[in-house]
């Protein structure tokens, strides 16, 4: 696959998330759905651990962040402004930044102790799972 193809494959993806960022957030608002994997995520980290939530939308997660893992320091990252603009409304106590996985220069500079993708790798053209 060209580059020009994975390039246009992320950004079809992310101009869904753009156009559709209020309804999708809507219908996919309950993170609790992801509570038994959060808490068995959570056991094998110590209690103030970094956690970068690659592909974050609008926080669904950040209710998890604040109940059961309320001491692990949080940071957001997605592809799409509009989601992120939506979890900075929502959580302005927490770092959310703009990202793209599939582009180094746009990651976080910083190291984390763990990461949560919840539905991301899905989105990333077959190609750069070689490269990766």
Known sequence: MST????????????????YAKQWVLSHSDPFRDEDEFVVLASFLHPRASVLDIGCAAGALVPLFLGRGRGLRYQGLDITKKLISLAQARYPHLTFSLGDIANRDTLPR?????????????HLPFKLWESA
């Not at 020009?4 to 753009?18: G, H, L, M």
């Not at 910083?110 to 899905?122: G, P, Q, S, T, Y």
């Open 4 to 19: 020009s193809r994975q390039n246009k494959e992320v950004a079809v993806t992310k101009a869904y998330y753009e156009k």
């Open 110 to 122: 910083k190291k984390f102790d763990a990461f949560i993708a919840r539905a991301v790798l899905m």
